[in-house]
């Protein structure tokens, strides 16, 4: 409960003010920071996948 008060101050006082847009968006919130891979294995793979097409595509290769 602590953390919907910190997250809605003013508007969260108890349990009877969460409701489900905010239980939604607390949801959200975590998948988006719990689930986010920026450097992972595969976000390298890509990087360096697309790298090689730019690189073989460019103007002037053959």
Same mark, same amino acid.
């Given at each position: 409960?602590?953390?919907? $008060? *910190? #997250? +809605?101050?003013?508007?969260?006082?108890? &349990?009877?003010?969460?409701?489900?847009?905010?239980?939604?968006?607390? $949801? *959200? #919130? +975590?998948?988006?920071?719990?689930?986010? &891979?920026?450097?992972?294995?595969?976000?390298?793979?890509?990087?360096?996948?697309?790298?090689?097409?730019?690189?073989?595509?460019?103007?002037?290769?053959?």
């Amino acid at each position: 409960m602590d953390l919907f $008060i *910190a #997250a +809605y101050p003013g508007e969260v006082s108890g &349990a009877a003010e969460v409701d489900y847009v905010k239980a939604a968006n607390a $949801i *959200a #919130a +975590y998948e988006d920071r719990a689930f986010r &891979a920026i450097d992972s294995p595969f976000d390298r793979y890509l990087k360096n996948s697309v790298w090689i097409v730019c690189r073989r595509v460019s103007p002037g290769s053959s």
